[in-house]
Each structure stands twice: as C-alpha cells, then as structure tokens.
C-alpha cells in the first residue's frame, strides 16, 4: 500500500509534503510530485501537509483521481533524457533534485491558470 498525489497538485507542486516526509519518496517532475510506491513507507505525513488535498492513501483514493495510483508508479519507470535505463528506485529524491519530465497523464493535464 502506498499514498498517491492526483491532479490537484499539478502545476502547483507546494512541497510541504516534501518536507514532512521522512523517507525521502516524493520526487519532483516538471508539473507534479510523485510518491515512490516501493519507498513510501505509508506513514500518512504527507497527507494532512498538502495545501490542495492532492495526497490520498490508495485504498481512499476518490474514483476520478483512481489513475493517479498507477500514474505515479510510472513515474519511476520513465527514462531520463539522456539515460537508457528507467528512474527505477533512485533511493531518495533529495539527491536527484527536480526531474525534467513527467508521466504522459500528467503532462496531457490542461496547463493551470496562473491567477
């Protein structure tokens, strides 16, 4: 089980929840956050943190965000550019910093107003 970040937090990427998180499994793409499944150890700090109300526990994940769970796992088998192999299990977003891609559902998001 792992916690997944939806829709709301595209293009508005606040990073409390980067802040809070003591394992280090919220990496940062170009429009959205994204929780490593395999690294979040399900501790639910992130999710009273998150300004938008982004972040849900997959089992309570609401019906339109549903996409979100598998969007985020596939996050980590993206490619870099300039790489041949997949993100993977990078073992910490803080060492990685900002990533210069984001999954196709994410990046097929209509662009938020800057208002």
Do not use: W
Not at 9 to 15: H, L, N, P
Not at 56 to 75: G, I, R, S, T
């Amino acid at each position: 089980m792992t916690y997944v970040i939806g829709s709301p937090c595209i293009d508005v990427k606040d990073r409390a929840c980067v802040e809070e998180c003591p394992v280090d499994c919220i990496y940062e793409g170009q429009r959205s956050l994204y929780i490593h499944p395999d690294e979040c150890v399900d501790c639910g700090a992130c999710e009273p943190v998150c300004p938008v109300e982004a972040i849900y526990y997959e089992d309570d994940l609401p019906a339109e965000l549903e996409p979100y769970l598998q969007d985020n796992a596939d996050f980590f088998e993206e490619t870099m550019p300039g790489q041949s192999e997949p993100l993977a299990s990078p073992g910490g977003a803080a060492r990685l910093g900002p990533l210069p891609f984001d999954t196709p559902l994410v990046a097929a998001f209509p662009p938020r107003n800057a208002d």
